[in-house]
């Protein structure tokens, strides 16, 4: 059975920074990916960020390009994302996903969502 367990949200001020962890288990990881999604209320999901491991590849969206930082610890099934000069308008619960063989690009995979998720983390952003 995929498990994705984020952890790492909470509460920061605005220009601070939070580390999100993501760890997966049930599943080999071969060709995987795993992206960062994100809801605010009211607004629909958002895709943040993606990894392919195996590869290196990563993609992130325009709105958080130059403040997040997408990485793996292959030794460990752990994804992080790094999230730093943080706005208020990043305030939503994130959530991590993943698909267990990865046939498209992480692009394409943060468009149009992934096959396994986590139940999510919230993330507050203060002004």
């Known amino acids: 059975e995929v498990q994705l367990v984020e952890s790492g949200g909470g509460l920061v001020q605005a220009g601070g920074s939070l580390r999100l962890s993501c760890a997966a288990s049930?599943?080999?990881?071969?060709?995987?990916?795993i992206g960062w999604f994100r809801q605010a209320p009211g607004k629909e999901r958002e895709g943040v960020s993606c990894?392919?491991?195996?590869?290196?590849?990563?993609h992130y969206a325009g709105s958080v390009k130059g403040r997040f930082t997408i990485s793996s610890d292959n030794a460990k099934n752990t994804v992080y994302l790094q999230m730093n000069s943080l706005k208020p308008e990043d305030t939503a619960v994130y959530y991590c996903a993943a698909v267990t063989v990865a046939y498209y690009s992480c692009s394409y995979y943060l468009d149009y969502g992934m096959d396994y998720w986590g139940r999510g983390t919230l993330v507050t952003v203060s002004s």
């Open positions: 990894i392919k491991p195996s590869t290196g590849s990563t």
């Open positions: 049930g599943f080999t990881f071969d060709d995987y990916a």
